[in-house]
């Protein structure tokens, strides 16, 4: 997993990754079938289950607080001490050529359903008239998604936890006010 999200997905070679596994060519083949398995199962690793994570965005208190969670997060596992900067999901398939295209629709699936949870969370919350009835949920959801995304750029070019944060508190004020009144993006704690 770690050689995947260091170089991404076509840049990394089977023998960097036997060389990481500390096994041989037959042996990867045998227990994968090839590299593309080996790196569906790293980003099954990366990713957490799905329902787990989607659980985790439904049992949340507000969709504010399940967004505000998966960014802080990201950004915890961004700029983690033992783990490559940034993140395996958008490295993995930067440079998105023809030979990858059913990785990167793995890659895309997984984003999608955070997004699809997230989205759904959102429209909960507008029902319950905890948002505004003018709300958006695909934008906001999709606001979200594309700072988590933005936020590994800025992660592998070497930003700090502290200025991720910071990032995290500015698109949280986005968020509308019904919600901002009662619960504060400044609630996260910044560290440099």
Not at 88 to 103: E, I, K, N, P, R
Request: negative net charge; hydrophobic residues 45%.
């Amino acid at each position: 997993m770690l050689t995947f999200w260091r170089h991404g997905y076509e840049t990394t070679s089977v023998a960097e990754l036997i060389a990481a596994m500390g096994v041989s060519a037959p042996s990867l083949y045998t227990a994968f079938g090839d590299k593309k398995q080996l790196f569906l199962e790293a980003m099954r690793l990366y990713a957490g289950d799905p329902e787990d994570v989607g659980r985790a965005i439904d049992d949340a208190p507000t969709a504010y607080q399940a967004a505000r969670d998966l960014m802080t997060a990201a950004v915890e596992t961004y700029t983690g001490e033992a783990t490559p900067r940034g993140c395996l999901l958008a490295s993995a398939t930067a440079s998105g050529s023809a030979d990858s295209a059913d990785v990167q629709e793995a890659v895309a699936n997984v984003r999608r359903g955070v997004d699809g949870r997230l989205r759904t969370r959102i429209e909960r919350d507008i029902q319950h008239g905890v948002l505004p009835l003018g709300t958006q949920a695909a934008a906001l959801a999709g606001l979200v998604l594309a700072v988590m995304q933005g936020m590994s750029v800025l992660a592998r070019d070497g930003a700090t936890q502290g200025s991720l944060l910071a990032i995290v508190q500015a698109a949280l004020r986005a968020w509308p006010a019904m919600v901002t009144s009662t619960l504060s993006p400044d609630s996260l704690i910044v560290s440099a």
